[in-house]
């Protein structure tokens, strides 16, 4: 037996120790991932790279039992190494996706490291051996495979890089010793094939490894393969150069290293080259889908450099803006915009090159951009940075056309701030303008909310369709009335309002002049047609903001209503105060009867000529509120009409009113007149009431006189003759109540079935010329024309001793007024009547 050399007594137990140590570590490491796991994909890497670790580590007894050199041992311990190595470096994590790239980085790996075996083959010609060039070539290639496994994976993960460093040393150190075993190359061997074993341990024993992600195919994959071709073949290029200058000769194996050299990299070539036609193909597709996708898109797509010109343009710019490449391209891109947004977009693109939107959605700019029709379009533009991106490298500008959709705002905003009727803006549009009136420093303002009566009328006797026109009108009226900056509007209904920046005094004098204006006849088909008018105004400084100064002008202009017709009213506070009493009294009247809070005073009517003896009494009606005192019947008559209760009102005045009269103490000729409204009148049932309260408390029925206001008899005499004619039937009389104030013509005196006429205030008063032509043969005229036609006179508002003096020379029959009697209670009154009964 051959002793063993010195050195390999210490080498070999050192590989070897090493070799089972790693390999144990590494393969425990691989079984305990498959059991944590229950699969074996993410041990094998580890467990190959500790059967590989496991072949090194019989390096040892070779060393200690073979003798003399044992490159055959060696180089097939190498082979069995390299393998190992190899493919648990391609197998751990990250290091590569698939079979078919694991194959290719090999066959890369094989390609730079049968250059670099040939390159060390031809060049130490003077120490090489035959037997030594198989080792050669496994060392080279299996080195050259992990380096090209490690340093094209993507990312490279940290223990993948120890891994493969650790296997480069371990098949250096291998290769090392096959080609010389002794000396100081077997102690550098050692300890490369230590320190790799160590590092491989390191490496693969770590188990917190990610999974490796998914590889897109990109065309780093087939690109990046033209430097590890050319490395190869730069390095046999460069050890042929140089055998050939210091040898001048190639022995037979070195022409066929040469050959499978050359042989490895035609093959290397022609995938390259397969990879770069598939890679073609895949791009020619995709050109043809980006070019199918932009050409149908319906947006213009844009490139611009640094400097924001223009490099390119999709090809839908001519179908959707008619622009050709030659009026685009080249030029800057604020040229395309319209001047007055260039400020703006301006100020967007100047930011995105900034960088102030790095990483941040698309930036969006609103600009009008010329066409190839030269007209401006209102389009929407992203512009997307992607000067990062070394394909693109420039500004991305997708341009739409929103001309429509602006548009349909434009309208959808008109529509919503315009009533679709009178083309007026409507109350929205009216606070929105009314907010920027009073926005606007140091500038006045008045506010008038119109009301229109009678239209209600038109729509119901003559339908909608009229009602509409007439309201068209209206509008066409008040337009014509307005300045160039006031504003009208139509809050609803037959309500309208006007915001003019006029002060009060001209403000007054437009609100008198739409009165007039609206107050004019409507010719109608078959018809005309008369409106009033109630206006109310208000400052806007008088409000603490636009709700309230509308709030004002209503109020005013509810006020108006209730003073009468045609009225225009300013909003003061005591308007407020007003309609605050109002409302309170509408909502306390209808149970006022119910709650005792009615009442009547009775004003005694007396014979002039006869020592103003009483000849009967009026009832006055009364409401006495248990809070605001006594509500007047010129207060209390207007809010019953409008809650729609004057009938009740009026039959409880009749009944209450007979009631007391049959208590009285009276002469059989005593009479009493109540004051009846047309809407108790004109109603079928009012002769029947009238019976039945007559017969339940026993009185004749020619003590029962019934007043009629002249005011409203013009608007219905012949339903107004006929219900007097049926009181008349009765036995029941009619007095016409106020003569004098209204316009009844002496033919409608003639043929009204009345008994009296009680003359109006205004006959007795001298200065009363306004109202009939006044004067004392006036009074005269009427009170003949009367005692003609057969009517008892009374003569109303006699307050001083010379209006008594003047009804008696006129011939009056009867007197009412202060001057001869207050009105008072019931119980007053019965004792007034007694006093003048004894």
């Not at 390095?235 to 022409?255: M, P, S």
């Not at 602006?406 to 309208?411: D, P």
């Amino acid at each position: 037996m051959t002793a063993v050399p010195p050195g390999h007594v210490v080498a070999a137990p050192v590989i070897a120790l090493a070799g089972l140590c790693t390999a144990a570590v590494l393969i425990r490491v691989a079984l305990s991932i498959h059991r944590a796991d229950g699969t074996f994909v993410a041990c094998r890497g580890a467990g190959f790279v500790g059967m590989g670790a496991l072949a090194t580590a019989s390096a040892g007894p070779i060393l200690w039992w073979v003798p003399g050199r044992p490159v055959f041992w060696l180089t097939a311990v190498l082979a069995v190494a390299a393998a190992c190595f190899v493919i648990g470096t391609s197998l751990l994590p990250g290091a590569a996706r698939d079979w078919v790239v694991r194959l290719r980085r090999m066959f890369d790996g094989v390609g730079l490291g049968v250059s670099l075996g040939f390159a060390a083959y031809l060049i130490p010609a003077a120490t090489r051996r035959p037997d030594t060039v198989p080792a050669l070539l496994i060392a080279a290639g299996g080195v050259a495979m992990v380096t090209v496994i490690v340093l094209r994976a993507r990312p490279r993960p940290v223990p993948t890089m120890w891994c493969g460093a650790g296997s480069s040393l371990v098949l250096i150190g291998l290769g090392m010793l096959a080609f010389r075993s002794s000396g100081t190359v077997l102690w550098a061997a050692t300890a490369l094939v230590v320190g790799g074993l160590a590092a491989s341990a390191v490496g693969g024993s770590r188990r917190d490894l990610p999974l490796p992600p998914l590889e897109p195919r990109h065309p780093d994959q087939y690109l990046a393969s033209y430097p590890l071709l050319a490395v190869p073949a730069a390095v046999g290029v460069v050890a042929a150069i140089w055998h050939l200058v210091t040898v001048r000769d190639f022995d037979t194996e070195a022409v066929v290293f040469g050959l499978v050299m050359v042989s490895v990299l035609v093959v290397r070539e022609l995938l390259v080259v397969r990879d770069i036609r598939r890679y073609a193909g895949r791009l020619r597709v995709a050109e043809a889908h980006f070019r199918s996708l932009v050409a149908g898109a319906t947006d213009l797509t844009l490139v611009l450099d640094e400097r924001l010109t223009v490099r390119w343009q999709s090809p839908a710019a001519a179908r959707l803006f008619g622009l050709r490449d030659e009026e685009v391209i080249g030029r800057a891109f604020q040229e395309l915009i319209h001047p007055d947004d260039a400020a703006d977009a301006g100020a967007v693109i100047g930011s995105v090159l900034a960088g102030e939107h790095e990483g941040g959605p698309p930036v969006l700019v609103n600009a009008r951009l010329r066409d190839g029709a030269r007209l401006w379009r209102d389009t929407e533009s992203t512009i997307s940075d992607q000067r990062a991106v070394p394909e693109v490298a420039a500004l991305v500008v997708h341009v739409r056309d929103v001309g429509e959709r602006r548009h349909l705002e434009r309208t959808l905003t008109r529509l919503s701030y315009l009533d679709q009727l009178t083309g007026l803006a409507n109350r929205r549009a009216l606070m929105r303008d009314l907010l920027a009136f009073r926005r606007r420093a140091g500038r006045q303002g008045t506010l008038l909310v119109i009301d229109l009566h009678g239209l209600a009328e038109v729509n119901d006797t003559r339908g909608r369709e009229i009602g509409d026109a007439v309201l068209i009108e209206v509008s066409r009226r008040i337009r014509g009335l307005l300045g160039g900056e006031d504003v009208a509007a139509r809050l609803g209904g037959d309500e309208f309002a006007v915001l003019t920046s006029e002060s009060a005094v001209p403000a007054y004098a437009l609100a008198a002049r739409i009165v007039t204006t609206l107050g004019e006849p409507y010719p109608l088909p078959g018809a005309t047609v008369t409106l009033y008018t109630s206006v109310g105004l208000a400052e806007l400084s008088g409000g603490a903001d636009s709700d309230d100064v509308l709030r004002q002008a209503d109020l005013a202009r509810q006020r108006a209503r209730q003073l009468g017709r045609d009225r225009v009213e300013w909003y003061d506070p005591d308007v407020e105060i007003q309609l605050h009493r109002r409302m309170e009294l509408e909502q306390q009247l209808l149970g006022a009867a119910g709650r005792g809070e009615l009442d009547l005073v009775f004003q005694p009517v007396v014979e002039l000529r006869d020592g103003h003896p009483p000849a009967g009494v009026e009832a006055l009606l009364r409401w006495r509120h248990p809070h605001l005192g006594t509500v007047a019947p010129r207060e209390l008559l207007p809010i019953a009409a409008s809650l729609g209760i004057t009938a009740e009102l009026d039959e409880w005045v009749l009944d209450e009113a007979c009631r007391r009269l049959a208590s009285w103490s009276v002469r059989d000729d005593f009479w009493l007149s109540v004051n009846v409204g047309p809407r108790e009148l004109l109603t079928a049932r009012f002769p029947e009431r009238v019976t039945t309260i007559l017969h339940r408390y026993g009185l004749p029925p020619e003590r029962l006189v019934v007043e009629v206001a002249e005011t409203w008899i013009a608007e219905d005499v012949p339903a107004i003759v006929a219900a007097l004619a049926g009181l008349r039937k009765l036995g029941v009389r009619a007095a016409l109540d106020d003569f004098g104030s209204g316009q009844t013509s002496l033919s409608h005196l003639r043929r009204l079935p009345v008994d009296m006429l009680k003359l109006s205030r205004a006959l007795i008063d001298p200065p009363s010329e306004a109202v009939v032509g006044g004067g004392p043969a006036v009074l005269d005229v009427v009170v003949s024309l009367g005692r003609r036609l057969g009517l008892d006179v009374v003569a109303k508002g006699l307050e001083t001793g010379e209006h008594v003096t003047r009804a008696v020379a006129a011939g009056c029959r009867y007197g009412q007024g202060f001057a001869l009697g207050h009105p008072g209670p019931a119980e007053r009154v019965e004792a007034y009547l007694e006093s003048h009964r004894r």
